[in-house]
């Protein structure tokens, strides 16, 4: 079964940028849906950005035209670039896979977005 381990999180200064890595081990997810999702203190964790195995994507209206979910031709990572970053993107962010049943979670990762 795939597992999935992020990286690239962190500490940014407001309008800065970040790249998140989301490696999978055990196996490719070349046939998965991937997605970043993320929670805030306080809040429900939400869906930032998704991408299909064929390649097609979609991003919460938050994520629109500053971040960029993409996946590697030898679909063993997934990356999240951030840009324009502000407070409100403060949270723990965290990759998904999903085939049929299966619905795999990372440990999650911190971004913080502050001055």
């Known amino acids: 079964q795939v597992q999935l381990v992020e990286s690239g999180g962190g500490l940014v200064q407001p309008g800065g940028s970040l790249r998140l890595s989301c490696a999978a081990s055990?196996?490719?997810?070349?046939?998965?849906?991937m997605a970043w999702y993320r929670q805030a203190p306080g809040k429900q964790r939400e869906l930032v950005a998704i991408?299909?195995?064929?390649?097609?994507?979609n991003y919460a209206d938050s994520a629109k035209g500053r971040f960029t979910i993409s996946r590697d031709s030898a679909k063993i990572t997934v990356y999240l670039q951030m840009n324009s970053l502000d407070a409100e993107d403060t949270a723990i962010y965290y990759c998904?896979?999903?085939?049929?049943?299966?619905?795999?979670w990372g440990q999650g990762i911190q971004v913080t977005v502050s001055s």
């Open positions: 998904n896979a999903r085939l049929l049943s299966a619905n795999i």
């Open positions: 991408i299909t195995p064929g390649g097609t994507t």
């Open positions: 055990g196996s490719s997810f070349s046939g998965y849906v």
